[in-house]
C-alpha cells in the first residue's frame, strides 16, 4: 500500500485553491533570505505568497460576487461563537508561507544544544477580514506542517546551488 504523501497533498490542496487568485484584487510575493546579509543562521528564509480577494459588496451572503469571499463569509456565519456585522465591510484571502530556521553555525554536523534547531514549517492561512471606520478585525485558521515533511532541509539545499555558500550541515540531525 503506498503512503500518502503530506506534502504534496498539502501543495495540490494549495494549487486548487490558488487557480481563483488570477482574478484577485491583490496577489503578493515575499522573500526573505539571509543571502542578502551574506551569512547563514537564525531565520534563514522566509517565503510567502497571499491573495487577498476582491471587498464582498453585497451584504446578502448568497450575492456576493466573490465565491471564495462568500464561502469564507458563510464559514464565519456558520461558527455559533460569533456572529459578522452585515453593516461593516468584508473581504477573504489566503496564503501560503514557508520558513526554515538553523543555528548559526551550519557547518557543523554535531549537535549544537546552546543554539537553535534546524527546523522548517509550511503554512497554508486563510483568512476573513471585517472592518468599518473604528474597527478592524481578522478572522484566520491555518493548517500546515512541521519538520521533515516541510522540505526545508531540501529547499535549503537547493537554494545553496543556486546562491553559493556552505553547505548545511545539521539537518541529518533531525
Not at 45 to 67: F, M, P, Q, V, Y
Not at 136 to 162: C, M, N, T, W
Request: overall charge negative.
Amino acid at each position: 500500500m503506498k503512503k500518502n504523501n503530506p506534502f504534496l497533498i498539502l501543495l495540490t490542496c494549495n494549487l486548487l485553491f490558488f487557480t481563483h487568485t488570477a482574478f484577485a484584487d491583490t496577489v503578493s510575493f515575499t522573500i526573505d533570505n539571509d543571502v542578502f546579509a551574506n551569512k547563514d543562521g537564525g531565520y534563514t528564509n522566509g517565503t510567502r505568497i497571499a491573495w487577498l480577494g476582491n471587498e464582498l459588496r453585497n451584504k446578502d451572503l448568497n450575492k456576493s460576487d466573490d465565491s471564495y469571499g462568500s464561502f469564507m463569509q458563510a464559514t464565519a456565519e456558520g461558527l455559533p461563537f460569533f456572529s459578522l456585522d452585515k453593516q461593516k465591510n468584508h473581504n477573504a484571502g489566503m496564503s501560503v508561507y514557508h520558513m526554515i530556521v538553523t543555528p548559526e553555525d551550519t557547518s557543523s554536523s554535531e549537535p549544537l544544544y546552546n543554539d537553535i534547531p534546524y527546523s522548517g514549517s509550511l503554512l497554508t492561512s486563510f483568512f476573513f477580514f471585517e472592518w468599518d471606520k473604528k474597527d478592524y478585525h481578522e478572522y484566520s485558521f491555518d493548517i500546515g506542517l512541521v519538520g521533515p515533511l516541510s522540505r526545508a532541509e531540501q529547499i535549503q539545499k537547493i537554494s545553496h546551488k543556486i546562491f553559493p555558500g556552505n553547505e548545511p550541515q545539521g539537518w541529518d540531525r533531525i
